[in-house]
């Protein structure tokens, strides 16, 4: 791969690199290392891609690949506080800021299979090849994932909308 392929690659996919790892992290801090992972080993990778959606799965898996090294490493903390995705830019619109409160506090495994799904527009076909599971399994985790989110997003909504009684002045 040439400096100036590798340069137009990075520009280009390092958001989604970083995205994809955000969302299976939940860290910024680890998304930045995995985000610069991926980004060597696309450097360092001796390989020809067919065609741009071959080396975009390609840096999808390898991404989806580091991201599960990290969850398992010695090093990583068991327990990352869902608070540090609060200091990334929120959405302007409420709307989109609260379905991405809803997604960010769903399991690991469904947030990714939304995230590829939904924001980078990946089929189930290839959300299940960029997380190594089968296609049927990726159908019930969005099946479920989007059970979760109508559920909490429903319960907010009655929470917001309790009436609450005026009291009668006399």
């Known amino acids: ?17 970083y995205r994809v790892a955000y969302h299976a992290l939940g860290s910024p801090h680890d998304a930045e290392d995995v985000m610069q992972t991926v980004l060597l080993r696309l450097y360092e990778c001796k390989k020809d891609f067919e ?16 991201s599960r090294r990290v969850l ?3 090093w990583r903390r068991t327990a990352v506080p869902m608070e540090e995705w609060r200091e990334t830019a929120a959405p302007e619109d409420p709307t989109r800021a609260e379905v991405l409160e809803a997604v960010m506090a769903l399991e690991s495994k469904y947030r990714l299979a939304v995230y590829l799904y939904y924001y980078e527009g990946l089929s189930v076909a290839e959300t299940a090849a960029a997380m190594k599971a089968n296609v049927s399994t990726v159908q019930t ?11 909490e997003l429903s319960e907010e909504k009655k929470e917001e909308s309790v009436y609450v009684r005026p009291e009668i002045i006399p």
């Open 1 to 17: 791969m040439t400096d100036e392929a590798f340069a137009r690659a990075a520009r280009t996919y390092g958001d989604t690199i």
């Open 51 to 66: 065609s741009e959606e071959h080396m975009k799965h390609w840096i999808l898996r390898v991404a989806v690949n580091e």
């Open 72 to 74: 398992r490493s010695f």
């Open 141 to 151: 985790w969005l099946l479920r994932a989007r059970a979760r989110l109508r559920k």
